[in-house]
């Protein structure tokens, strides 16, 4: 049996989030039990990621109700509970891709930054890196980012704050500005604009239904409009499948 999943955790503790009918879930996580030892929740996805959080809609329907794990990507670690936060083991990939962009001495500035798996990425890949400052809303994956940072031994790199971006002042301006927040965070354009250092870099995510991503280029460069924000796209690339005929893609840019 083909089961889609996520598995996210470690060796000791872990959680298996998974996406099938729930007519075949019994089956499923029989399977599960089985092969993954190390599984000790089962979640079953019952609707897109929800709300301002982006939080997976899942229901616990086997294991341990304790659903706080700390996974391993990379050579770094992150704790959170997959109940009460964003984040996708997928993405690691792309964290890399964005890690390795980075330049030393440079100021990082991560938008929507969940449990921190981009700052600590960052800073695991770039020694140099001057600072990464983190800017979440939700409360939780703020206070799992602080600990991550900790347990990863950053604190003298990484500042995480519980803001909405929006309101987010006295931050200074920033070389590189990350923005993961592929529904929305296009509308943060103006934001970024005036966290911008002149020459620096933004790496937006949207959601594409076009072959060339042109809908997601027009959707931006309206918006930017509005502001009279004028940009220059270095690079637009696709990260991974969205939904049937959407792709999640980047956008890396500078400011005119
Ligand atoms: C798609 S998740 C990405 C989280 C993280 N960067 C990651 O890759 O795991 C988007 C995050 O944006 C946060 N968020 C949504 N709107 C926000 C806002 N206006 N200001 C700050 N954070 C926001 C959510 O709480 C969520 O953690």
């Given amino acids: 049996m083909r089961i889609p999943m996520d598995i996210i955790g470690s060796k000791e503790k872990a959680v298996a989030v998974i996406d099938v009918p729930e007519e075949q879930a019994e089956a499923a996580v029989e399977e599960i039990r089985k092969r993954y030892k190390h599984v000790k929740s089962i979640l079953l996805k019952i609707g897109g990621r929800e709300g301002v959080?982006?939080?997976?809609?899942?229901?616990?329907?086997?294991g341990s109700q304790d659903t706080e794990v700390i996974h391993k990507e990379n050579k770094y670690l992150l704790k959170l509970d997959p109940l009460r936060v964003y984040f996708s083991p997928r993405e690691a990939t792309e964290r890399q891709r964005i890690a390795k962009l980075v330049k030393p001495n440079e100021r990082v500035l991560v938008m929507f930054s969940g449990v921190a798996p981009y700052a600590i990425a960052i800073a695991k890949a770039q020694k140099d890196v001057e600072e990464i400052v983190c800017v979440d809303i939700n409360l939780v994956a703020t206070q799992y980012a602080t600990e991550n940072v900790k347990l990863n031994k950053l604190d003298d790199k990484i500042k995480v704050y519980c803001w909405d971006v929006r309101e987010a002042s006295g931050l200074g301006k920033f070389d590189r500005i990350i923005m993961?927040?592929?529904?929305?965070?296009?509308?943060?354009i103006d934001v970024a604009h005036r966290s911008a250092k002149e020459h620096a870099i933004i790496h937006l995510y949207g959601i594409s239904e076009t072959k060339d991503f042109s809908d997601f280029e027009k959707k931006l460069k309206d918006y930017a409009q509005r502001f009279g924000i004028k940009i220059k796209i270095l690079r637009k690339s696709k990260v991974s499948e969205y939904a049937p005929h959407k792709v999640k893609v980047r956008f890396d840019f500078q400011f005119l």
Avoid at 180 to 188: A, F, I, K, M, V
């Fill in 53 to 62: 959080y982006r939080i997976c809609n899942t229901k616990l329907i086997w």
């Fill in 180 to 188: 993961p927040l592929p529904e929305t965070g296009y509308q943060y």
